[in-house]
Nanobody, 119 residues
Framework: QVQLVESGGGLVQAGGSLRLSCAASGRTESTYAMSWFRQAPGKEREFVAGISWIGGSTFYADSAKGRFTISRDNARNTLYLQMNSRKPEDTAVYSC????????????WGQGTQVTVST
């Protein structure tokens, strides 16, 4: 099993910055990729950004391109999401997830951290 714990959420003013962290523990040696998702009130969960664990290739949703940066620290088994130029529509619960293989499904999810962007 893999345990994921997010941190770094909170209240930020529009235009501000915030960095989220996701600490992974357990059987992390098989990590293939990790991603950030978010779910706003009344909306479905959506993909934000992903990164391959070995090569470091990154992928972003259109809403995140140019404003968010995903990164990882393999030695610390930690995933990050640097969010700049925040907008009120970025308000959501942000969760990290891990894939242990190249399939489509994610194997483990964190509980999420609330991010609120005020105007």
């Amino acid at each position: 099993q893999v345990q994921l714990v997010e941190s770094g959420g909170g209240l930020v003013q529009a235009g501000g910055s915030l960095r989220l962290s996701c600490a992974a523990s357990g059987r992390t040696e098989s990590t293939y990729a990790m991603s950030w998702f978010r779910q706003a009130p009344g909306k479905e969960r959506e993909f934000v950004a992903g990164i391959s664990w070995i090569g470091g290739s990154t992928f972003y949703a259109d809403s995140a391109k140019g404003r968010f940066t995903i990164s990882r620290d393999n030695a610390r088994n930690t995933l990050y999401l640097q969010m700049n130029s925040r907008k009120p529509e970025d308000t959501a619960v942000y969760s990290c997830a891990v894939k242990l293989g190249s399939g489509y499904e994610y194997d483990y999810w964190g509980q999420g951290t609330q991010v609120t962007v005020s105007t």
